[in-house]
């Protein structure tokens, strides 16, 4: 197929994409895109023309991830246009990020132990020189693959990569270039603008043959060549085989945690990267509002940490909010006492850097008299549960979400 079959054109019109940290912008992009969600994107979605050209794919994951704009906003708009049907795929893919947020909720040990063995990666690099240098070479797009290299550029100076590319990386960094996945997914976390602990710990697990176990991802050079359109053909210089990789345990399937009630009482309105739009939901009723970034952004780079940054700054910019950068338990308690509340409100922290910060915060809240109520968004709560095992099973469970939400036709 050449792009003539796909554009009926010759050549797919140019359109790259800005990734302003607000609102606006993501609305903007939302509805340039939404004529597209129906089977333009089910025939042309998996084809990466490159930065310049991404009028097949939405884009929107920048703004999705952090909330600024939401799952059910998408799904809303895209079901205002589209028929069920013709919408069916792009409506599957936004649930994935469901899938694999309620995966995780579910196996919190594998985040901890994403984490921990991470460390450990990191201070081999630091005793091992070869593999120091294998590992920069990589990151710095000198590999002499000339599609990963240009990947590991594109990423780093863009924030963003296709999702196709991003499993052929993965695949490549596994496989070919036997560097750990963890490391792959940290330099992920580190300049994706939409690094999500749960979407990128479980993808770089399942392109390794850790999430669906057993069944690895392989990379292969004739669909790269097929799916870039012919830009790249790294024939002769990937690993013909993706032996999947094993862990020694199991990780347990756990309970979703409880999420709790909006309270009567007055409130201080909590905002962290996780939900940025918790500021229009609960602010109403709120007595202050207090966006917090969590410290794990000093690890990423400037370009994620400015569009976590604005993103809460915008959320926050027509509530009379506050915008602070530092220790969460002396912000929250200062600013809960100037407001004279003594429950703190916050949309429910998924598993990763806020949810850890909040969890070594509780204690001291407690102490300090206040309670914390994480409210969870009816979309998570009718999503969820069905995440226990494989994609399937949301998939299934679409249309009965979708009637849930008040989406159903
Ligand atoms: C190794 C690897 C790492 C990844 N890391 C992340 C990550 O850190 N954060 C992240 O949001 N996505 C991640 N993804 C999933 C996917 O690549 C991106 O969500 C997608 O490329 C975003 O582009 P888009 O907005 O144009 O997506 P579209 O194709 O337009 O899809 C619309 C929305 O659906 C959701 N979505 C689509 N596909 C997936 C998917 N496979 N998994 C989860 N959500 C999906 C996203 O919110 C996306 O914005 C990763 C995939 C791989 C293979």
Redesign the pocket.
């Known amino acids: 197929m050449n792009t003539q079959d796909l554009f009926g054109q010759g050549t797919p019109p140019s359109e790259s994409v800005t990734f302003a940290p607000t609102r606006k912008a993501g609305l903007e992009r939302l509805e340039k895109?939404l004529s597209r969600t129906g089977h333009h994107?089910e025939r042309n979605?998996n084809y990466d023309f490159g930065p310049e050209q991404?009028s097949n794919?939405?884009?929107?994951?920048?703004?999705?991830?952090h909330r600024i704009i939401t799952?059910q906003e998408?799904l809303t708009q895209t079901l205002a246009r589209q028929s069920p049907s013709a919408a069916e795929k792009?409506v599957q893919?936004?649930?994935?990020?469901g899938?694999?947020k309620g995966w995780l909720e579910q196996h919190p040990s594998v985040w901890l132990s994403y984490k921990r063995d991470l460390v450990q990666k990191l201070d081999a690099l630091e005793a091992n020189n070869f593999l120091n240098a294998e590992y920069q070479t990589a990151i710095e797009g000198r590999t002499g693959i000339d599609c990963f290299d240009q990947w590991a550029r594109e990423l780093v100076e863009t924030g963003?990569?296709?999702?196709?590319?991003?499993?052929w990386?993965?695949s490549i960094w596994v496989f070919t270039l036997g560097l750990p996945w963890q490391l792959?997914?940290d330099f992920?976390?580190q300049h994706?603008l939409?690094?999500?602990?749960?979407?990128?710990?479980?993808?770089?697990r399942?392109?390794s043959g850790l999430h669906t176990k057993g069944k690895s991802?392989l990379a292969r050079a004739s669909n790269i060549a097929k799916f870039t359109d012919g830009r790249f053909n790294p024939v002769g210089q990937l690993s013909p085989t993706a032996v999947p990789l094993v862990e020694d345990f199991d990780h347990p399937l756990l309970p979703i945690p409880e999420a709790d009630a909006l309270p009567e009482a007055a409130f201080l309105l909590l905002v962290t990267p996780e939900d940025c739009q918790a500021s229009a939901l609960w602010a109403e009723n709120a007595a202050a509002v207090l966006a917090l970034p969590t410290p794990e952004q000093e690890r990423q780079s400037i370009r994620v940490q400015a569009f976590k940054t604005g993103a809460l700054q915008d959320s926050i910019s027509d509530l009379n909010g506050t915008l602070l950068c530092a220790d969460w338990v002396t912000q929250i308690t200062e600013v809960a006492r100037e407001a004279n509340v003594k429950h703190i409100v916050t949309a429910y922290t998924p598993i990763g850097p806020s949810a850890d910060q909040l969890a070594t915060a509780a204690p001291s809240l407690t102490e300090a008299g206040l309670t914390l109520h994480r409210v969870r968004r009816p979309y998570d709560t009718l999503t969820w549960p069905h995440a226990n095992k494989g994609f399937f099973k949301v998939k299934k469970q679409i249309p009965k979400i979708l009637q849930g939400l008040g989406l159903a036709p």
């Open positions: 895109f994107y979605r991404r794919i939405s884009v929107l994951s920048p703004w999705i991830r799952e998408v792009f893919e936004v649930f994935w990020r899938y694999f963003y990569l296709h999702n196709h590319t991003r499993m990386f993965a792959g997914a992920f976390m994706l939409d690094g999500d602990p749960a979407s990128n710990t479980c993808s770089w399942w392109v991802y």
